[in-house]
């Protein structure tokens, strides 16, 4: 099927990086999958993501284990480790996973480096269904500068695409519905230290063997930031592409992602999402040391918690929560429990920022009932008081103005609309034109 078609709007879930680095753990996404079924999913929240490293045996937090041994069937294609995923013993891969996860109402996405592993080429595996081993096919130049466990792949090698076939028939045979490929969207060179688009080809022969499995499975790729002259490219193979690298609790991280989202937000349409990352809210970083910074509660007041949901969601970047769910407040619940807002992510079309003066941003959209969004953000250290005419949204006449986040009344405007923001924080609106 049609990419653009079965994600029509941008994915929503939960990824297990935020809070369990590489060691998740099957009790760990059971445990987060039994909460977002039972308090999220009414939301649109429906994935559940395994991230990095599931085949590793001594994976323990965000640092990665260099040359690991890792879990691999005899076609060189990684499966999950058994002391971490006991139910994916003999053979039986994720599939039980995946198969309780869907009984739930949810669905279920894993995480991959580009490439095949190195072990593999050592070991020379044979390629399913082909006359070729794993070191016809590998490109041993072509690896990650920060995770040591794979080569790419050569595109022209014969059974380079066979390879990538195999193992998306694996994975729609466990019933995956979601795949993040790593090292890909962009690739770090260490000998210029530099990024490219060196990835370009092996995109192409994973969205192929996503056609050739059978199974309808959203892409995602990373890390970022994504290179916007690539925008076509990604937009043709891609559901969803990193356009920043690891985003984390830091505001300096949000205050960065207004200028990515401005320039990339021509490109966003159904089934074509620039990502903004992860949502570090909650409980974090329970066994991880990202930064320095350890097991801890987000460090984003709840202000700036604020603005980077309603930057994410009118811009319409997919939502995925990088907190520990189960651990959740009552402010953060009802944080990402806000139908209005979620509502942006399937119902707002053509988001652009329309204003950037003086720490002040406002962003404007539109859906297909002729309302109106306005998002203005407060960048400065200081509480503010802003006003935003009419005019300055192309409209005119009188409109009732419904405030998304549920902080003051309904009013009717027919000049502009004054709001106090707090220090770094966010009011999202609805214009409705008065009948």
């Not at 039980?96 to 279920?108: C, T, V, W």
């Not at 994975?171 to 969207?185: E, H, L, M, N, R």
């Not at 990402?336 to 119902?347: G, Q, S």
Request: aromatic share 10%.
């Amino acid at each position: 099927m049609d990419k653009n078609l079965f994600a029509v709007n941008p994915p929503m879930g939960w990824n297990s990086w935020d809070c369990y680095g590489a060691s998740v753990t099957e009790e760990d996404l059971i445990r987060n999958a039994d909460y977002m079924a039972e308090h999220l999913k009414p939301y649109g929240w429906e994935y559940v993501v395994c991230d990095i490293q599931w085949s590793e045996p001594t994976a323990d937090s965000t640092a990665y284990h260099a040359f690991a041994e890792l879990c691999m069937d005899e076609y060189g294609r990684l499966m999950p480790s058994p002391n971490r995923f006991p139910s994916a013993a003999d053979g039986k891969g994720f599939k039980p996973i995946a198969d309780y996860i869907h009984s739930k109402g949810l669905k279920f996405g894993i995480h991959i480096m580009r490439g095949i592993p190195r072990q593999a080429v050592a070991k020379n595996v044979p390629i399913k269904g082909t006359d070729v081993h794993a070191r016809d096919i590998a490109h041993t130049a072509s690896i990650c500068a920060w995770n040591s466990d794979m080569y790419g792949l050569n595109p022209v090698a014969v059974g380079a695409q066979a390879y990538y076939d195999s193992l998306f028939e694996l994975y729609a045979s466990w019933g995956v519905d979601f795949v993040k490929v790593d090292d890909i969207c962009v690739v770090y060179r260490r000998i210029n230290q530099d990024y490219d688009y060196s990835g370009r080809e092996e995109i192409e022969m994973i969205a192929a063997a996503i056609q050739h499995c059978g199974r309808d499975i959203v892409l995602s790729l990373s890390p970022g930031p994504a290179m916007v002259e690539q925008a076509d490219h990604l937009r043709k193979y891609a559901n969803m592409w990193r356009i920043t690298n690891d985003f984390w609790d830091r505001w300096e991280d949000i205050t960065e992602m207004f200028m990515r989202c401005r320039n990339w937000s021509p490109y966003v349409s159904n089934g074509c999402f620039p990502d903004c990352d992860m949502l570090p809210v909650g409980h974090i970083s329970i066994r991880g040391c990202e930064h320095g910074v350890f097991e801890r509660n987000t460090l984003l007041t709840r202000p700036e918690q604020r603005t980077m949901l309603t930057l994410w969601s009118i811009f319409r970047s997919p939502l995925m929560l990088g907190c520990e769910l189960t651990d959740l407040d009552e402010w953060t619940l009802g944080l990402i429990t806000n139908p209005e807002v979620l509502a942006l992510l399937k119902d707002s079309r053509n988001a652009r920022e329309i204003l950037n003066v003086c720490d002040t941003i406002a962003w404007q959209a539109e859906d297909e009932q002729g309302n109106t969004y306005l998002a203005v953000f407060n960048l400065s250290n200081l509480p503010a008081k802003r006003e935003i005419t009419l005019d300055k949204l192309g409209l005119s006449g009188e409109y009732t103005v419904h405030d998304l986040w549920g902080d003051q009344p309904d009013a009717v405007v027919s000049s502009g609309i004054v709001c106090s923001i707090d220090t770094h924080g966010a009011v999202l609106f609805k214009l409705t034109t008065k009948s």
